[in-house]
C-alpha cells in the first residue's frame, strides 16, 4: 500500500495537469448550457455543376472534398453528416474550427455553400464536444483518465483518516442525492 504522502503528491501532480483543461470545459460548458455557444463568421457562396451529385455519402464526400480543396479551404476534422431535408439533402461537414454545408438548391445542378469558421470561443467548445482531430481526442480521453485517478486518489487520502472517511462519505451521499434529483425534475 502507498503510504498518504505519496498519494498526496500524486494528487497534487494530477490536479496541476488537470486543472488548464478542467478549467476550459468546465466554463464552455456552462457557457454552452446556457446557449452561449461562441461566434461563426459565415460566408455562403452558390455554385452549379454540369450534373447532378447523388445523394450518396461517398459521391458527396468526394465532391465536397474538391469544392474545399478548389477554395484553398480546411477539410474539417470530423466525420460529414447527410441529412435528408424533405426530398433533397444537406451535407454538414463539422471540425474543431470550422463547419461547411454543402445542399441543393431547387434548381437543378444549383447548390449552396455555406462556410463557417469559428471564433476562439467557438473553437474551445467544438473541442468540448469532441469535433478536434484525433490529438486532441487521445489528449481528452488521457485527462478523463487523469481525472478519475484524481478522484481516486481523493478519496484514498480521505479514507485514510477517520474523521474524513465520514465526511467523504457524506459528501459523496449528498452528491448522488442531488444528483438523482435533478436528474429526476430535468
Known amino acids: 500500500m502507498m ?15 488537470c486543472i488548464p483543461f478542467l478549467l476550459v470545459y468546465l466554463i464552455t460548458g456552462i457557457l454552452y448550457t446556457f446557449g452561449i455557444k461562441g461566434d461563426f463568421v459565415t460566408k455562403k457562396e452558390a455554385l452549379h455543376f454540369s450534373q447532378t451529385i447523388e445523394p450518396k455519402a461517398d459521391v458527396i464526400e468526394s465532391e465536397f472534398t474538391k469544392i474545399l480543396q478548389e477554395r484553398n479551404e480546411k477539410i474539417p476534422t470530423g466525420e460529414i453528416t447527410i441529412r435528408k431535408a424533405g426530398t433533397s439533402w444537406q451535407a454538414i ?20 455553400l455555406t462556410l463557417k469558421h469559428v ?46 472517511r465520514y465526511e467523504i462519505g457524506f459528501c459523496i451521499l ?3 442525492l442531488l444528483l438523482v434529483i435533478s436528474a429526476i425534475y430535468s
Open 3 to 17: 503510504k498518504r504522502k505519496t498519494i498526496l503528491h500524486l494528487h497534487i501532480s494530477l490536479a496541476g495537469l
Open 93 to 112: 461537414w463539422n471540425g474543431s474550427d470550422c463547419e461547411h454545408i454543402l445542399e441543393p438548391l431547387a434548381e437543378a445542378e444549383k447548390y449552396q
Open 119 to 164: 471564433g476562439w470561443h467557438r473553437y474551445l467548445v467544438q473541442l468540448h464536444k469532441a469535433k478536434g482531430g484525433m490529438v486532441f481526442k487521445v489528449f481528452s480521453g488521457l485527462m478523463g483518465l487523469f481525472l478519475i485517478s484524481l478522484l481516486a486518489l481523493g478519496v484514498s487520502l480521505s479514507m485514510s483518516s477517520k474523521a474524513m
Open 174 to 176: 449528498i452528491g448522488t
